[in-house]
């Protein structure tokens, strides 16, 4: 007689094992050692130290009030361009959002870097117009307005897209029904879209004010130069003049930001609480109110913000790196393309940041490609409690402002390795893992829609073949979800390769990454060559984001940012 | 091969209510048997624990000798050498039909001329060769259920298990596939389980119908013998048309029951009731019968069915040549009954 076998279902036995202990690894040890070092500081007594300076009052209130401020502006935004892209009748709609959606894409640190090449007396592209304000007078970005202003910038795009998933489930014919009704467009835009549109108003607002409490690159840019410090920057300087109590004040500055940023997480989970309102009707076209004479005027202000939010900026950046030095107009006998010789060719630092960057991106994308496959393997087919803690494990992470993670991995490296008595902090290998923990949940996303979608007879047919589990992975399952893996892939590398705030506080000489070596360019004065480099990871950013998008119509709904 | 044997098969899946309860049963080689039910009713479940989708609970599943499942263990799908026909197709849609079809033969390692060879013949028995290289999106609904039936026949499977094949096919293609099912069963001589909750596919397929009804299996038989003595109240309101009346009738006797034994028991009013199943064919309308009253008359093509009323308020159904009018009393005979 066959030996029988104990298998309950198509994992082989050692897959959860597996899995549980990667996520362990990358994301349980890390929060772990942080919570127990914030908690152990703070029960010691170190924490009067700290909560007594003046300072650390300042850097939260300058935090709050930037981040709300950003907030407001995201909000104002988002929300203005998403109700008009999906409920009017407004001409090139995939346009406008992927240029809505594309200062989200771009670094933090390169916006900034942008903006202030835009703006002050010694712009070069004002210059160049003959529009610059006079010598002496301040930049007025270096201030918390302008970090706030920026802020908004960078995040509305995620207001745009929380509130357009939810008014994308709204039909035309849901519309048309309520107009049938005898409801004029006002009713129907106060009792049908606005409750529609309320949970990912206040989801999209949360997500944008957590991103604006955990962003380093804009604060670091414009408030640095000012002496404005918000808690990522403070956590920065803090580790720049390291002392006895660096340890203790960073976890517990990194405790604070993430209980703010727990904060607008809870918010953003109870306004998306019990209301999925995905599948109403049958997902036909959007809803179209017509604006008549109005079209032209909205298409109008809409090309001016995108003028402002996003081509000035990177005009301006642009120009920048055609001049030798910043202050100089640009005009046919300034041209020139030093700066991207030097960064290129010359400068032994800007070639070890490209190296190590496409090193960190291209192992982090395919190295986790590897786990995320199995892991969104597990998912799909063993769904219940165990499945959402891995899955909660993975996005936590990704969700903590990346200055809190690089804290927990410092905190967690600091001292060798057990066993192997081999101390990885200072070399490339604790950013590779820091990455490896924030990028988990962008690397899973895509490959777990897929294998969601994937209909499970697919392998249930391939079982019966006679297929055991690596077979039927091989043969079935993989090449079914190879588009979104190589959404999977496009993406972490996109997010990977210009990443400065974990990279800004794990970095030492000869491990910077592109951010940093931007952010750090910047800081000493060569900004032409930092905006150089800029405009190469702009240029990489928007290239990778088309490649995307010719990806777009084999990938599950919603793997994309910035579609739905 | 050898025969199929759910022995005491039950299925629990946490919910409070067993999905199968202690179903025994027995799938002589080469037999095709329809599990037959109403959706919910386990049917799937039970295919799926031969399949080796799922475990069973308790009891055991045994393909002649071999055990196949038990309580404590389960032989994996992928060593059990059988084929399915899921109700999606489940082709797959990155390969052409050829490597469809080919699949299990290219895990059993068979490549070269023998894998184009047998490929080439299971084709050819669903008359698809033309199609070999075609994806299944370039298929019709139609042309995809055969491709998955050529899959299922390419290996010679001990056993072959189909998923309500038909449930998305329109009345016309279920003809035709109805006839490519008959031919293929007589053509592998491979057992075959079908499971539907239509009674015309069950009845015009299978050798045996076996219906369930919340996890529990009702009767097992042949489909003449399941339409014209079925068991209980459950197995005769499910095959068939027809109406159970609750009449009077004697304890001993047969259980066809004429119409001199019915006219009488509508004369009787005191004893027990006993169900008995009146097929609509058996009431004619008929100057020596008991007045009825015609509820409804709908017009059917062939003919109009009618719902008739008792003067004690039972249903009963009669098929009719013309119209009748609604309301009306009518005398009909019921030939005959079957008491269940």
Known sequence: MPRLSIIRSSQPVWLLPFVVVIVCLLSGLPLARLLYAGLRFSLQGKATGLFTEPATWIAIRNTLTTSVGGTAISVFLGATFAFVVTLTDFRGKSFFSFAFVLPMMIPPQVTALAWVQMSGPASPLLKTLGIAPPLGSPQPLYSLSGIALLLGVQHAPLVFLALKAGLGSLPRDGVEAARLAGASPLPVFRDIILPLAVPGLIAGAAIAFVSGVGNFGIPAILGIPASIYVLPTLIYSRLSSFGAGTFAEMSQLSMVIAVIAGLGLAVQQWALKGRDYRIIGLSGQNAAFSLGPFRLVAETGFCLVLFFVLAAPLAALVTSSLVPTYGVPLNLQTVSLDAYREILFRQSVTLTAFANSLFLAGTTACGLLLFTVLTAYLLARRPGKLANVITSLIEIPYALPGIVLAVAFILLFAAPLPLLNVSIYGTIWIILIAYFSSFFAVSLKPVASAFLQLDPSLEEAARLSGAGFGRRMRDILVPLIAPAAGASVILVFLIACSELTVSALLWSAGTQTLGVAIFNLDDSGSSDLASALSVLVVVMVILLMLMLEMLAKHLPRGVLPWRN | ?340
């Open chain 2, 1 to 340: 091969m050898a025969q199929l044997i759910l022995n005491h098969l039950s299925k629990d899946f946490g919910t409070g209510r067993a999905a199968v309860a202690d179903l025994s049963l027995t799938v002589r080689e080469g037999g095709f048997l329809a599990l037959l039910g109403p959706s919910g009713c386990g049917k799937t479940t039970v295919l799926r624990m031969i399949a080796g989708f799922e475990q069973p609970t308790d009891g055991s599943i045994l393909l002649g000798e071999r055990t196949l499942a038990d309580g404590s263990g389960s032989l994996p799908p992928e060593k059990r050498n059988m084929a399915m026909v899921f109700q999606s197709y489940a082709l797959w849609p990155h390969m052409t039909v050829a490597q469809n079809v080919g699949y299990p033969l290219k895990v059993r390692g068979v490549s070269g001329a023998a894998w184009e060879t047998r490929v080439r013949d299971a084709l050819a028995v669903v008359r698809l060769e033309e199609f070999a290289m075609r994806r299944p999106a370039g298929l019709s609904g139609g042309q995809r259920q055969r491709v998955a039936l050529a899959r299922c026949l390419v290996t010679s499977p001990d056993v072959v298990l189909l998923d309500e094949p038909l449930a998305n096919l329109d009345r016309h293609l279920k003809a035709a596939m109805e006839e490519t099912f008959r031919e293929f069963h007589a053509r592998s001589g491979a057992t075959m389980i079908y499971v539907t909750h239509d009674q015309g596919e069950a009845m015009a397929l299978a050798t045996d119908i076996a219906v369930m009804s919340e996890g529990r299996l009702m009767q097992v038989a042949s489909p003449q013998e399941i339409y014209a003595r079925p068991e209980g109240r459950i197995v005769g309101g499910l095959v068939g048309q027809g109406a159970i009346l609750d009449l009077t009738l004697p304890d001993h006797g047969s259980r066809l029951v004429f119409w001199q034994a019915i006219e009488a028991s509508f004369r009787q009013t005191a004893g027990p009731s006993r169900p008995v199943l009146v097929r609509p064919e058996h009431v004619v309308a008929d100057p020596l019968g008991i007045v009825l009253q015609v509820v409804s008359c709908l017009f059917e093509g062939e003919r109009f069915a009618l719902s008739l009323r008792t003067a004690g308020g039972q249903s009963l159904k009669a098929y009719s040549a013309t119209a009748m009018p609604c309301g009306i009393l009518q005398p009909f005979v019921i030939r005959q009954g079957w008491l269940l």
